[in-house]
């Protein structure tokens, strides 16, 4: 399973680009359902949770803080 951790409004790098070209997608929403917008030409859509686990690469960008005690 990937354990890569990623939050609210972080750009993430997919597996496979865009059609547009680019690699860099913003999280927009989270929930069951994952909405991501492309960076270069603002598309956005809706992915399963499991799905965009599966396809993502890593956080290139991480906007969420992590507090530990």
Do not use: Q, Y
């Not at 913003?26 to 359902?33: F, S």
């Not at 270069?40 to 396809?55: A, D, G, Q, T, V």
Request: hydrophobic share 35%; net charge positive; aromatic share 6%.
């Amino acid at each position: 399973m990937n354990s890569i951790v990623f939050g609210l409004h972080d750009i993430v790098e997919m597996k496979k680009p865009h059609p547009c070209g680019t690699n860099r997608w913003e999280v927009i929403r989270l929930g069951a359902d994952i909405k991501i917008k492309c960076c270069h030409c603002e598309r956005s859509l809706f992915i399963p949770r499991p799905e965009f686990k599966k396809k993502l690469k890593k956080v290139l960008e991480s906007k969420t803080t992590i507090i530990k005690d």
